[in-house]
T-cell receptor, first 117, second 116 residues
């Protein structure tokens, strides 16, 4: 149980284009979904938190107009990187959380590797 | 000072060795503790989840929490080459209804290599 999928797993795009990444919780309804970014040999950096039907909460320094998050249902969240540039190239990982006792446990997707040429 | 400190390693051990991975945290508000394993180019996988001081065992893995010293550990017994990965500790504050969204704070991750 607690499987999270991401699509696509890998994407290469030209500078200036927009890229959409989907995150789905397959066998549970997620109370919250999170989007992270990870550079090589570094830990995960939280970009934003989203709850179904409400606006995402972005971490300090993350441009909300650059990284658009839509949380359409309890099992689907999307991250759109708008007007992507080479510096946006990174590994993007989503997670979905479900209540476990009194805390929320996060289960991670397999990640999406974005390369912007 | 970072909220969670973790030695990035790298750590290299022979097959069969006992591995000890450690993290310290600074905020006593953190009440829940996790260990994730991340293989190269993959998403993190939840290994262990604890919320109280003491030990929790699952197969070859033992998670240990000492809230008084704000110290968490993961022990791997009889380590295998397939255990080679990056291990991330994560901490979480108490869930507080709708005002908390269960944000995780991660350590830097320790790169572990188990060689045959």
């Amino acid at each position: 149980g607690a499987v999270v999928s991401q699509h696509p797993s890998r994407v290469i795009c030209k500078s200036g284009t927009s890229v959409k990444i989907e995150c789905r919780s397959l066998d549970f309804q997620a109370t919250t979904m999170f989007w992270y970014r990870q550079f090589p040999k570094q830990s995960l950096m939280l970009m934003a938190t989203s709850n179904e039907g409400s606006k995402a909460t972005y971490e300090q320094g993350v441009e909300k107009d650059k990284f658009l998050i839509n949380h359409a249902s309890l099992t689907l969240s999307t991250l759109t990187v708008t007007s992507a540039h080479p510096e946006d190239s990174s590994f993007y990982i989503c997670s979905a959380s479900t209540r476990r006792g009194r805390s929320d446990t996060q289960y991670f997707g397999p990640g999406t590797r974005l390369t912007v040429l | 000072q970072k909220e969670v400190e973790q030695d990035p390693g790298p750590l290299s051990v022979p097959e069969g060795a006992i591995v000890s991975l450690n993290c310290t945290y600074s905020n006593s508000a953190f009440q829940y503790f996790m260990w994730y394993r991340q293989y190269s180019r993959k998403g993190p996988e939840l290994l262990m989840y604890t919320y109280s001081s003491g030990n929790k065992e699952d197969g070859r893995f033992t998670a240990q929490v000492d809230k008084s010293s704000k110290y968490i550990s993961l022990f791997i017994r009889d380590s295998q080459p397939s255990d080679s990965a990056t291990y991330l500790c994560a901490v979480q504050s108490s869930f507080a209804g709708g005002t908390s969204y269960g944000k995780l704070t991660f350590g830097q991750g320790t790169i572990l290599t188990v060689h045959p």
